[in-house]
Every structure is written in C-alpha cells, then in structure tokens.
C-alpha cells in the first residue's frame, strides 16, 4: 500500500525463447535489504519485516528464499539483518527472488504479540487443474459457508479488507468485482451460474455487520456477490495455495492481492495476481469453463 501495505506478488512465468532454441536470461538486479526477522524456516529461507528497498518495494513482511543455508545459521526471529536481495526478472515480471548475502546486526526476540497474526508464509503454489483445498468463512449475513458448497458453480474470489485505506488495493478489487457483477447480469441465468466471493482477512474488526454495511456501499447482493470474513487458522488453508500474504503493520495490514477462478468441479482455472487483470478477461475464462460444463 502506499505506506506499509504489500504490493510484490511473484508470478512464476515461463522463461522465453528466442533464435535456435536460446533461452534469454533473466536480468538480476540486487538491492539491499534490512529488517527483523519474524521466521526462520531452514528448508526454504526467512520470513523479515523489511524496510523500504528503495526503487523495488515499499516495506512490507513476507517470505524470501535463500539458497545458501550457511546465511540461515545463527539466525532467529527477532534479529534485526542486513544484507543483499537478488531479484530476477523476465520482462515486468519477478521471477524470483533470493537474498545472497546475509549479516546479523542485533539480536532480539520478537514477543508473540507483535507477530500475531502470523504472516502467510509461502507454500507450494496450486497449478490449474488442481483442487482447491476446502476452507470455511462467515458471509456477511453471519452464516457459516464452506467453498466446497459452491461446487457445481464457477466461483470469482479475492481476499480484501473494509478498512484498507490505499485505493489501489482493495477498493480496487471491489471496483473490479461491482464491474463483474454488471456483466454477469446482463446474460440471462448466469447469475445462477457463478459466485463472486471476497474474503476479508480481518477477523479482528470485520464482522458480518461491519461487512454487510461495506457490501451495501458497494453494490454488493447476494447470492451473486458476497462478502464474508475466515479466521486466520481457516485462511492459512488457502493463502499459501494461493500466493496470498498478508500481516500486521502499524496502522494497517500489509498485503498482497490475489483474485481465483475456481471451476464447477472445485479445481483451479487461474490465479490473477496484483491489480493488471480485467473484468473483461475474468468474464472470458468464466464463460469458458460454463461452456465446457455445457451450461
């Protein structure tokens, strides 16, 4: 967001070819990096509160790998670190990214209030055609809804919160969603067709009220369009699947944007990652998939 919230969402893209078969490299730029370590996981890297890298990223809590595991030893949460970030890119896309160098400049420990809730470390990303794993939310009409209840429907989902204050952020995925909601009504039995479902991650404030008034504001009606809120332990069931990321800062919630088509059959369509996707190309894959369910 424009002070603390995350913006970075890594999209693993294919590298392109070109000439007789040549694969161009991704450029590597390398910036530094300097935070407190909130996770130490030794099978994958850290999970650091940094701050801002200046000309890549505004600060922001989420997961880094690092490769050489000899920069993990000694290190623990709450240290405060130093080092290098390697970021790799095809095009405008990240590719990866890697710290390659690592010091530790204070030690600490970081006392379980200020890391609650946990930032949603990284985890294998779902592929399309795999299932999506079952999670449960409360919709804003305070009533318990399991995604695998919206089988047999396509389902549009993201994950925001009512009090987000960047417009970029999540007034623009209800933007998005209210210009979903327009199009899917103006053809005939789709509205019974697809589920349009945003899940906030604020369970501490976001209530059903809170929600159902937000859902007022925003045109928002059910059963088409939705609003509902998942405790923390609920959301850590799909926002590692997913690539969402998301935890505590100052005044607000750092986080990352993330929007899923879920086909009929509950299994992945396509995962939309940052604010660049179109209601136009959403409505196209969802057409898609009622086609070949022959509906």
């Not at 040549?22 to 509160?49: F, H, K």
């Not at 969603?177 to 404030?205: C, K, N």
Request: aromatic share 6%; hydrophobic share 45%.
């Amino acid at each position: 967001m424009k002070h603390q919230a995350c913006v970075i969402v890594i999209a693993a893209l294919m590298s392109f070819g070109f000439g007789c078969g040549r694969v161009a490299p991704a450029p590597s730029v390398v910036y530094d990096l300097r935070g407190v370590v909130r996770a130490v996981d030794p099978a994958s890297g850290l999970t650091i509160s940094h701050e801002e890298i200046v000309g890549f990223m505004p600060k922001m809590t989420m997961p880094f790998k690092v490769k050489n595991r000899r920069l993990l030893e000694g290190v623990k949460a709450g240290d405060t670190v130093a080092g290098k970030l390697k970021v790799d890119r095809s095009g405008d896309a990240v590719q990866t990214l890697e710290i390659i160098d690592l010091v530790v400049e204070a030690r600490g420990e970081v006392a379980p209030s200020t890391v609650e809730p946990p930032v949603q470390a990284a985890s294998p990303a779902l592929e399309p055609g795999d299932p999506v794993p079952d999670f449960v939310v409360t919709t804003q009409d305070g009533k318990p809804l399991n995604l695998a209840e919206l089988r047999g429907k396509v389902v549009v989902l993201s994950f925001i919160y009512t009090r987000c204050p960047s417009p970029e952020f999540c007034p623009a995925m209800d933007l998005k969603f209210a210009a979903l909601a327009r199009q899917i009504g103006l053809v005939a039995d789709r509205a019974d067709q697809v589920r349009l479902l945003s899940v906030s991650f604020d369970p501490e404030y976001d209530t059903p009220e809170i929600l159902r008034a937000h859902a007022g504001r925003r045109g928002a009606r059910p059963p088409l369009w939705t609003f509902a809120v998942a405790s923390h332990e609920q959301l850590s069931k799909i926002a590692g699947p997913l690539g969402l990321t998301y935890a505590p800062g100052t005044t607000e919630i750092n986080h990352n944007l993330r929007a899923a088509v879920i086909g009929p059959d509950g299994r992945l369509a396509a995962v939309y990652v940052g604010d660049r996707w179109t209601p136009a190309e959403v409505m196209t894959k969802v057409n898609g998939l009622l086609m070949n369910a022959g509906k």
